[in-house]
């Protein structure tokens, strides 16, 4: 199987001649199972975790945790023992949610309470709430169609479901989540006093999922707010039983002054050529109700858990290798830019970053950004992967915080684990430590441990 | 390239010059798409999961709640509306646990209480309990090493844990199970009073798994348990810093007459060939203090998913269908042995079998035991299976009720699901509802429709 994977890879990138030596392949599989047994053995990821998601706790930008997230970060790689530990500073959004919502339906005499979650940047309703009558749509087409007189003086509840057919759930989630972006300002446009958007999940739950949504410039600014699953088949059903069926919201979220943070950066110096790196990345924000242990808890831990297991089998790397805690990812992405922006400014070569965003799950590929070249020389190691179950090397999106590098030209590569569960967690109070499984992050790891050594041997031109 | 693939291919599981056309390729990749959606948008077996463990619960061998069970999916068949829905009787064995078992560890004047659990199959402590020195050891050679002198009147305790740098955990349980299955019996030979054994699982807790065992003949009886991982920690600590160190355990278990159980078989009727069956099964029992979610209410439920999903999509089979609910697989295996017996002696032939006992996660594979000719006609199917993630279909186990059919020539194939999270759960408390994931559940009932629909269209010569 092996065998056959590789000449998969090659045909869906193409042949390019580019070879890779038997002997090399020797030497290597030997160095990754030591980084695989090393992780599964004795690996620090699962107490980093631990603490992270429940001494730690909420960690979302310009907040206490994140502040302690960064400290809490910064301890461990020093005590790791990496050769150098920094913060970077970054200005971030700071975003509150306040006290918690309140969410009603009416319908006749009927009153039932549904939870709900403010989306991220929404304002609040004005105080003593938002009661309007519903109008449900599937998509901004169908919003439109209802155009302003319909539209106007109500609270518009988008309720398109994510695709439960699409295997990888991301693709699912990326079909559905222009109803959290733009859903409210697309309704505001039409005269809507307020927006509600079915939570992103193919689970049926009563659990909110939050995340961004952005006012667009020009729309009135109105309140959204994300409603459990449950909560939306039950408005959904109450709608079309009584069109005059009426949704109550109260939230009292607001956006603060942008606050000081940092992202923090852990390195291993490179013995050849120590300006020139390679990172490994997770963001260290999560949302504020949630312990983000699977976003993206679990991506911080298994980046220092990559430099870390190289580090202690012995490895000395060519290039520096970095493990680098983004700030920001959910509401701004500020500590993504602000590290690109500085590694342009100090003319840090960047050869390739590896981001994992994706939740501490079985890894089963990575996504590639890249030259053609690029892609097919990191496909030929994928039968070095074979043995751990990674099979699916090939292109796909490597991650938000790694996007900036792009502009100047570095490899991103993005871990990819199995996607199953993911959106059952995704910017809700239920993403806990306990969803979590040793093994499945700790293969992740090893997993990006492995890439990173790849990388710094072999290079990616 | 694509002729190096297929050279490659054929390389690999041997070459028979068999081809798959390219047109049964789109048209059965369709086709396959349809199962895979209406299992994903519209399956049935999460909530049939859900009865089978929360409404029916645990079901050993023997007990009402297997009774209970045998009905449930019966009625569950009769329901789908499957042709044809019948119970074959199987005399079982009849462990009972009785009261819950009760431990101590006691050093100088320490006395710690430890989670235990009797092991299927044990007799019960003497009345009083059973206390005395332990004797820790990792395996059998060091016990025998002992001899008679050091392990007369004690306790031995077996705690090697299982190989956590395994990727495959069945690989590491199996490395390790000798000795809950072996060792009461090899330490009785030396005289010991009980066997108290580490539990079968890579994650420190405090929750003891059981699991059969069986009295060598001539042995001596003595009575065994599973302790939890943290309490095998604990001991060997606490034996380590005195070898006086004394546990305590008392257990009330017992062995009563065998009892009449059932299979529980539907079937969708071949239009062809409606002698020759293909099955697809799973065991209905479990131990009795789990409500076995993943050990194997996952696989019940996605054999009778995967016998519904082909006939609700349309499909009108050639051969008959059969899902097959297996009773006392965990101590006994009387219902596959039952199931292949009758089979011989009405003289129904079996093309192939199909087992999910693997627990409900993402499925990666099929493990196949079959001639080499129809291991490669399989393994030809493999692109069909790579869409859904499902890389790794080769040679390996099929599953211990499917063990038996192998006497008349059938085609075993095991499901293969991600075997990370398994031995977490395995035959211990935790094994609940809520560890499965419906995604990942559906996605398994699936695959296996996927393959059965394959083997029926094109057999497997």
Chains 1, 2 share one sequence.
Not at 276 to 289: A, R, T
């Amino acid at each position: 199987m092996r065998k056959t994977f590789l000449s998969i890879a090659l045909l869906a990138f193409g042949s390019t001649g580019m070879t890779y030596a038997q002997t090399d392949y020797q030497a290597d599989s030997i160095f990754i199972r030591q980084i695989f047994n090393s992780a599964l053995s004795d690996g620090r990821s699962y107490e980093w975790l631990r603490d992270l998601t429940q001494k730690v706790g909420p960690r979302l930008s310009g907040s206490e945790g994140a502040a302690k997230a960064v400290e809490y970060t910064k301890d461990a790689m020093v005590n790791a023992k990496f050769d150098n530990v920094f913060l970077q500073n970054v200005m971030v959004p700071h975003w509150v949610r306040g006290a918690k919502e309140k969410a009603y339906i009416v319908s006749g005499k009927q009153k039932i309470n549904v939870p709900i979650a403010a989306l991220g940047g929404s304002v609040a309703t004005p105080k003593g709430g938002t009661k309007a009558k519903v109008i449900e749509v599937k998509n901004f087409q169908e919003l439109r169609a209802l155009g302003t007189e319909k539209v106007k003086g109500k609270i518009v509840f988008f309720n398109r479901p994510m695709d439960p057919t699409k295997l990888n759930t991301f693709e699912a989630y990326g079909g559905a989540v222009d109803q959290r972006g733009s859903g409210p300002s697309e309704a505001a446009k039409l005269g809507a006093v307020g927006a509600i958007v079915r939570s992103m999940t193919t689970r049926l739950d009563d659990i909110p999922h939050t995340g961004s949504m952005r006012y667009a410039s020009g729309a009135p600014i109105i309140p959204a707010a994300a409603i459990s699953t449950n909560g939306a088949e039950l408005l959904s059903k109450m709608v079309k039983e009584n069109p005059d069926t009426e949704i109550f919201f109260e939230q009292f979220s607001e956006t603060l002054s942008d606050a000081p943070s940092h992202n923090v950066i852990g390195e291993l110096k490179g013995s050849q050529n120590p300006a020139q790196y390679i990172v490994v990345g997770g963001h260290l924000d999560s949302w504020d109700f949630a312990q983000g242990a699977h976003d993206d808890g679990s991506g911080c831990v298994q980046a220092m858990e990559a430099v870390r297991l190289l580090k202690d089998v012995g490895y000395k790397p060519k290039n520096t290798l970095r493990a680098v805690m983004y700030m920001n990812e959910e509401n701004g992405l500020k500590g993504g830019v602000a590290y690109a922006d500085s590694a342009k400014s100090k003319n840090e070569k960047h050869i390739a970053a590896i981001e994992s965003d994706r939740g501490g799950f079985t890894p089963l590929g990575f996504g590639v950004v890249g030259t053609a070249a690029q892609k097919a020389k990191i496909a030929a190691w994928s039968k070095l992967f074979a043995a751990y179950g990674i099979h699916e090397i090939g292109p796909g999106g490597g991650g938000a915080d790694i996007g900036p590098l792009a502009q100047q030209g570095t490899v991103l590569l993005g871990l990819i684990p199995d996607s199953q569960r993911y959106f059952d967690y995704h910017h809700a109070s239920n993403d806990t430590f306990d969803k979590v499984s040793k093994r499945e992050l700790e293969l992740g790891g090893a997993a990006m441990a492995a890439m990173m050594y790849l990388v710094d041997k072999y290079g990616v031109e």
